[in-house]
């Protein structure tokens, strides 16, 4: 077992799971340390049930994590498959995100007995409606939107919040529903900086105190852009125009129930993988259950946000 990529919030209820569900079956885990580069380098310790204990409430990871460079070089699988060998690996279980289960697909293709679990605050995935650890990070962006519209609203101010998510717009458009806020921005649907200007200033002139802004990271025109454009324009805006950035603090942090609950049944269904000797697939949710989806249907493709919900919040922000 490995995390890898981005950590999320909810990793270790699934390192917690794997665990524990492989050692009711008699089964030896193994947990590679910071990811496929651990299993290249051959760094790695024995879990036991005791070793999991008072995890799952701890947000990042256990076992540590890595972006690991090596593993896109043909020279790095052969080395992936080679550890997996060696050490006679009979399943390995990669928690990670888009990057890192299109590493899984590329060791699966050339036998490595892989199975993914989703896990990415970006829930960017195919093959699962929620990624572990996307629900706590849509929480953590939602308080940050409430504590700072108290202060937009004392000041008359308009406030542009950038969130995560990187090409998707989804914790974008649920933590601004959520929020409230007049506008939202995200890679699906971005308008360009005068048609936004355009629209806060609207909302001032419909009688609004504030306004808040929300704009994924990876919109077309992000908080960098948007607030070099207001700094030329700020004279003929008439309003004032501050700007927060959340970052990564919305990976850390203690998971909530949701990411809890994901990480425990996908680390469940993992083992049910096992079993079933279900190889080469990654575990995601889908219509409220646990399902598998072959990992060529989910390597390279990313699931883009639902539109749908975005006209919901162009209408509730009237």
């Not at 572990?132 to 008359?156: F, K, Q, Y």
């Amino acid at each position: 077992m490995l995390t890898s990529g981005g950590d999320a919030p909810g990793m270790n209820a699934a390192i917690r799971a794997v665990v524990r569900c492989a050692v009711a079956y008699n089964l030896e885990v193994i947990g590679f340390k910071h990811g496929f580069t651990g299993l290249i380098g051959g760094e790695y310790r024995v879990l036991g049930a005791r070793d999991v204990g008072g995890v799952i409430h701890q947000g990042g990871t256990m076992l540590g994590t890595t972006r690991c460079q090596t593993l896109m070089s043909e020279r790095g699988r052969e080395l992936a498959l080679r550890a997996l060998s060696d050490l006679n690996v009979s399943a390995l279980v990669v928690i990670g995100g888009n990057g890192s289960q299109t590493g899984s697909w590329e060791l699966s293709q050339r036998g490595a007995p892989v199975i993914g679990i989703a896990s990415t605050i970006d829930n960017d995935l195919n093959g699962t409606d929620l990624s572990l650890g996307v629900t706590t990070a849509v929480d953590v962006a939602l308080e940050a939107i409430d504590r700072l519209r108290v202060t937009a609203s004392a000041m008359n101010r308009a406030f542009l919040v950038e969130v995560m998510g990187r090409n998707c717009g989804y914790i974008a458009m649920m933590a601004g529903i959520a929020g409230g806020a007049e506008l939202i921005l995200v890679p699906e649907a971005c308008a360009d900086p005068g048609v936004v200007a355009d629209e806060l200033r609207a909302v001032f002139v419909r009688g609004k105190s504030h306004a808040i802004a929300v704009v994924a990271e990876g919109a077309a025109y992000n908080a960098d852009v948007l607030m070099h454009y207001f700094k030329e324009h700020d004279q003929r805006l008439g309003f004032d125009l501050r700007v927060t950035k959340l970052g990564h603090v919305q990976r850390g942090g203690k998971p909530g129930v949701m990411d809890r609950m994901l990480g425990t049944m996908f680390g469940s269904a993992a083992i049910d993988a096992v079993i079933a000797n279900r190889l080469g697939v990654l575990i995601g949710l889908r219509d409220g259950k646990t399902a598998w989806t072959p990992l060529g249907e989910v390597a390279g493709k990313a699931r883009p946000a639902d539109a749908r919900i975005l006209k919901l919040a162009q209408v509730l922000a009237l």
